[in-house]
Each structure stands twice: as C-alpha cells, then as structure tokens.
C-alpha cells in the first residue's frame, strides 16, 4: 500500500527543521514519520530537485486525498510566492531562498493549541521531548499497516482529567497549569473550537486569547498553522530581533498581503539555520 506523488517546491527536511510541527522526525532510513493527530505516515523523499520533487507516502491514494494533500497545502503555489518578493530587499530574498521547500502545514487545531502552550520559553528539542511524553501518557496507543507502533494527540477530556502532578512529569513546568486549565475549558464546553474556523484572522486570534496561557504569539501561530490564516505574523524574540535590524521602518505587510505569514516562516527559519554573515545586510 503506497502511493508516489510530484509535488512541486516542497522539501520534507526543511518543513521538519522549521519549527511547526512537532511531530514529524526524520527516521534513521532518511525517511520521515509524521504523526497528526490519529493519523500515521512514512514519506519518502525520492527526488527534491526544484523542477521535481517525487515522494513516496505509505498510505492509501484516497487518505492521501483526503487528509495529506490539505495536511501539506499542496493546493498553494508556492513558486509564484518567491516571485512576488520584491528584487531589492536582499534579505528576503537570501530568507525565501534558504527556505525553498517549506510549506505552512495545516494542522489540528486542539493539537497547535497545547504544542504552541508548550512552545513558550522552550527550544525544539525539548518541545518535542514534552509532546512526546504527553503522547505517551495520555495518547491512544496505536499500531500502522506495517505494525509500528504509535500515539495519538491525546483528547482534551482526557487531558482535562489528567492531575497536574501528572502532567508536570511530562516535563512541562509551569505551562502544566495552562494545558490542564485550557483541557477543561474546551471538555467542558466553555469555549468551543469549531466556532474558530469561518473566523476572520483578527476575530479568531482575539477568541484564542481567551485561552488560559494563550497569547499573542501562541494565538499567532495557531491562526497560522492551524487555522491557515497566511497573514498572520508570530513574533517572538527572533523576528523581534530580525525586525529591528532588517525593517527599522516596519515591514511592508502591504505588499505581502496574503502570503505575510509564510514569508514570516522563512525568515524564521533563516534566523535559526542560514548563514548569519547575510544577516548584517540591510534589509526591504
């Protein structure tokens, strides 16, 4: 059971280095497993060439339509997004260039909740350490086709059950609180996800923030990889810093109207994994 796809400008081991997704690791094999939700895959990178890039996912044609395709945003032109980079701003381009291959993945909206609460104050490794033990221990064991085992994101009445000396001992610190306080709330029906979706960006960042531990970045980023509200702009002490030394006059978000937030994501990333001799370099 497989299927082999071309999918234009996307490299898989630069949307795993890119800080969105916390559970999606590269495998001994070069291949990758992302774990979303319920759902498992193994994808390999056959070919990741810019005029091809041939993967290999072990799952059936139709999960593939109709859950990874969306999963991906693999509906999005992400070529025509470099060309719209204005020529003179050398940073962003250098940014947007690093950063060829990394689609803005659309994920659930329950699990960006918790992993971007856990996010704060935290570096990649130890998220994804945190997950993984809030997985473990309040995730549904499951098995793939190929009989590997895995778990589930776990439930939010399953997490608003849990006792906070429990969940401390996922290594989860203060942000313990918050996850138990923000389960409860949405198991006990004070605030109701589904009402986020036909939200506009602005409105349905505003409702997130009514989340215990939520705030504005984690709401950004939430609106931005869950959500897929592309203009939305997650700032944290990185694009802070990037801000100030490349755009002391403010970023153009007039220009990049639609595409801002993933415009964002490569500037992130460029920021943690490029070369920082281009980083002195004035920037729009």
């Known amino acids: 059971m497989g299927i082999e796809v071309c999918l234009p400008s996307m490299d898989l081991k630069q949307i795993a280095r890119s800080g969105q997704c916390f559970r999606m690791e590269e495998q001994e094999d070069g291949a990758f497993r992302i774990i979303a939700g319920e759902r498992c895959v193994k994808i390999v990178q056959l070919k990741a060439e810019r005029e091809e890039c041939r993967f290999a996912f072990n799952c059936a044609e139709e999960e593939f339509h109709e859950f990874w395709r969306e999963y991906f945003d693999l509906g999005r032109d ?3 997004i470099y060309k719209r980079i204005a020529p003179e701003d050398a940073y962003l381009c250098r940014a947007a260039e690093f950063g060829w291959g990394i ?3 659309k994920q ?13 104050q935290n570096n990649i490794p130890r998220i994804r350490r945190c997950v993984r033990l809030l997985c473990e221990k309040y995730g549904m064991k499951k098995k793939t086709a190929e009989g590997e085992e895995y778990f589930s994101f776990p439930r939010a009445e399953v997490l608003a059950g849990a006792k906070l000396e429990d969940l401390l001992a996922c290594n989860l610190g203060y942000r313990g609180k918050y996850i138990l306080k923000t389960a409860q709330m949405i198991a006990g029906g004070e605030f109701a996800l589904q009402a986020l979706y036909p939200l506009p960006y602005e409105e349905a960042k505003k409702e997130l923030m009514k989340l215990y531990g939520v705030g504005t970045k984690v709401a950004e980023c939430v609106c931005l990889f869950a959500l897929h509200h592309v203009d939305a702009f997650p700032i ?11 755009y002391p006059e403010g970023f153009p978000f007039s220009r990049y109207q639609g595409i801002a937030g993933i415009l964002q994501q490569y500037m992130f990333y460029y920021e943690l994994h490029g070369d920082k ?8």
């Open 277 to 284: 001799g281009w980083l002195s370099e004035s920037g729009g």
């Open 236 to 246: 944290d002490t990185h694009m802070m810093q990037i801000l100030k030394r490349q």
């Open 108 to 120: 659930d909206l329950w699990e960006m909740i918790i992993t971007f609460i856990i996010s704060q």
């Open 78 to 80: 992400y070529g025509a």
């Open 103 to 105: 689609h803005i993945l």
